[in-house]
């Protein structure tokens, strides 16, 4: 009888539970919303929206900035004193300085002959050149590839020199590092550091060394990069978005008001003298280029960027390459600006407004704001925000000036300027995985000196047998392509926007629906010119 009674009254509770789950969800959710929920959604909103202030004043002063830059400055040869290189009738080549070329490769099986023949065809006396490519690679066949290229166009009279080291250790900053050691670089002035993929013109030293021979001041003299994939695909069209902002504004405008910017690690021209007293090469971010360059500024040095001196780079075309790439430049100026801020705030060499500029500008607005504010309002604030009526984002912070902002990053390449409404929604899924490694790197958490070397497909992609030979192997299913984090924020911003069809009034969910979209197809890899399989 007790047992009848025990098993009754169980079926009875289980039956009332089911029956109401839906009912004491909902009073759960009404019990802690108000004194909970409301209070942290409204923080977080207006949190946000001093951060998209921030972003916003950052681009209004960099737009007016560049318009009088391109008004009323002049050209850099103006500026600065710069003469032609020429030869001496009587000392000759004698009157060229030595130069030392330095192209750093990793397992660069697809590009290695491009960047060495680039190099090689550089404009400049033979005998005041030195090409010394720094080859890192692990595969035997591939190093005996490069090997191979430096003897063909050593042969041609070409000081070229292959070096190798026992070990990876310091990444691309230790190999740039031991290269400087090498005896025969004692009498060069001058380095110019091109990546495995970059293609100078012949003319870029003759372009470019003139203004650190006649200018004693200056450090570094950084070109522009072009890409010549940047039609491959869709994806390659968004980062040429996004960098040609960082060229046409944010480089020409540091170098015009402060004479300082970021190193771009490839495609300039830096003076010997201001890296040995900056330090040298470290190795202790991600980022060592940006570090060699506020380390030298520190000291005193002057840039300068020139933007009609460009330089032929590749993008990459693969999502998976992507997003290593951007891990890496979002987690290492993070973690830079760990390491130095203290270091910039008590130095003495440089003035109060150019400190300003380099920890609130270059470090804080650009490389941490810009990414969480993508991120937290338009992710996640926002569609809560359909959540909870209580707390309404304003429509000046919603739309207004997220277009104004979206208008001004666009100057950069007015030939996409149809594919903008895309690359916001792109961004804010890239949003999500720069955040991550900004955290990353301000926590300097696990994954905070992860060097993953950029994959670089070069022409392999022009004809279908070589781009059956580019694809890798089979891996992973779950992380080369099915990406659970973005497939996750897909079925949130799905619940949101469907909630919002249901009981809003907002009409947010049309811009919701296009981000479910762009976060389904970023979780599932359908981005760039080859798929995992």
């Known amino acids: 009888m007790a047992e009848v009674s025990t098993n009754a009254l169980f079926q009875e509770t289980f039956h009332g539970t089911a029956a109401d789950i839906a009912g004491q969800i909902g009073l759960m959710w009404e019990l802690i919303k108000a004194p909970l929920i409301v ?52 000392i000759g080549n004698e009157g060229f300085p030595m130069v030392l070329v330095q192209i750093p490769m990793f397992n660069e099986k697809e590009v290695y002959k491009i960047s060495i023949g680039a190099a090689c065809n550089l404009s400049w006396p033979s005998d005041r050149l030195v090409i010394q490519v720094l080859d890192d690679s692990t595969d035997p066949l591939i190093k005996d590839l490069v090997e191979k290229e430096c003897l063909r166009w050593a042969s041609k009279g070409i000081n070229i020199r292959y070096q190798i080291r026992e070990n990876r250790g310091g990444y691309k900053a230790g190999a740039l590092k031991e290269g400087l050691k090498r005896d025969y670089v004692k009498d060069c002035e001058y380095v110019v550091i091109f990546d495995a993929d970059f293609r100078p013109e012949p003319d870029f030293l003759r372009r470019s060394i003139p203004f650190l021979v006649h200018n004693s001041e200056i450090a570094l003299v950084q070109g522009r990069w072009r890409f010549v994939n940047a039609n491959e695909c869709l994806l390659t069209r968004m980062q040429e978005m996004s960098l040609d902002y960082h060229f046409t504004v944010e480089q020409e405008v540091g170098s015009s008001t402060h004479a300082f910017f970021g190193f771009n690690g490839t495609g300039g021209v830096w003076r010997i003298a201001a890296i040995n007293e900056a330090g040298g090469w470290k190795d202790r971010t991600t980022v060592e280029d940006m570090d060699l360059a506020v380390r030298a500024s520190l000291k005193g ?144 958490a696990k994954r905070a000196n992860e060097w993953v070397v950029t994959e670089k497909l070069g022409d392999a992609l022009k004809n279908k047998e070589k781009t059956k030979q580019t694809k890798k192997p089979r891996g992973s299913l779950l992380g080369d392509r099915i990406l659970p984090q973005e497939l996750g924020f897909a079925v949130f911003l799905f619940f949101c926007g469907c909630y919002d069809v249901l009981y809003g009034k907002s009409q947010y969910f049309l811009y919701i629906f296009l981000q479910v979209i762009t976060f389904t197809i970023a979780g599932f890899g359908y981005i760039g010119t080859i798929v995992p399989s």
């Open 39 to 90: 209070p942290l959604l409204r923080a977080a909103m207006y949190i946000c929206l001093v951060m998209e202030l921030m972003l916003f004043i950052e681009r209004l002063y960099m737009g007016i900035v560049i318009v009088l830059v391109k008004l009323f400055m002049k050209k850099p040869e103006k500026r600065y004193n710069w003469e032609p290189m020429g030869e001496d009738l009587e």
């Open 301 to 444: 040095w002057k840039f300068l960027y020139l933007g009609d001196l460009q330089v032929k780079s590749e993008l990459p075309s693969t999502f998976k390459a992507f997003r290593f790439q951007q891990h890496r430049w979002s987690c290492g100026p993070a973690n830079l600006f760990r390491k130095m801020v203290m270091e910039i705030v008590r130095n003495k060499r440089v003035n109060i407004w150019k400190k300003f500029y380099v920890i609130y500008s270059f470090f804080f607005v650009r490389k941490i704001i810009a990414h969480m504010v993508t991120f937290f309002f338009f992710c996640v604030v926002l569609p809560l925000s359909l959540l909870v009526p209580e707390v309404e984002v304003p429509v000046w912070g919603a739309i207004y000036i997220p277009c104004i902002i979206t208008t001004l990053n666009s100057v950069g390449t007015p030939r996409s300027i149809h594919l903008l409404f895309y690359w916001i929604l792109f961004e804010n899924v890239m949003a999500f995985q720069r955040t991550k490694a900004t955290f990353i790197g301000l926590l300097e």
